[in-house]
């Protein structure tokens, strides 16, 4: 059995005004929802003694987005959750992986309120374009496949280079 988990919502605001109630939000569907996703995949894989989850994070979780302001979307809260569960959960045969991925076209990223930091992320993407949905396929295959057995708590980043800068 393997599952991807792949939830997420943003928001635009500054963390020294951050409404508690919009934050709570982001939090609940980015970081609560994966992980009560996870655990419950967890129980479906324990008495198989196998299972792979794969979950989205975001490039986020390794950088402070710039120029925009966005203290909450920043899925920090994605990875160590992940990485915990892969040392506790390895014995039942269950590995727990994650993909980050950096500015990929998505409905998000072609938003009225994203339009002027388009140029300004492809200036610091050394590939000098956004990702395409397509670009994540293969990672998604190879972890769920036999090929990546011998890996779990792992943060596969794939974002053109962003985060090397």
Known sequence: MNVVNNAGIGDWCEAENYPVERWKKVIDVSLVGVFLSTETEFHAMKERKYGKIINIASMSDHIVNRPQKRAAYNKSGC???????????????????????????????????????????????????????????????????????????????????????
Not at 119 to 138: A, C, N
Request: hydrophobic content about 40%; some cysteine.
């Open 79 to 165: 990875n160590t959750p992940h990485q915990v569960a892969c040392a506790e959960w390895s014995p039942y045969g269950i590995r727990v992986k994650s993909i980050n991925p950096g500015y990929i076209k998505t409905p998000l990223v072609r938003s009225p309120e994203v339009k002027d930091f388009v140029s300004l992320w492809l200036d610091m993407i050394p590939l000098r374009r956004q990702g395409e949905v397509d670009d994540l396929i293969g990672a998604v295959i190879f972890l769920a496949s036999s090929a990546s057995d011998y890996m779990t708590g792992h943060d596969l980043v794939i974002d053109g280079g962003y985060t090397v800068w």
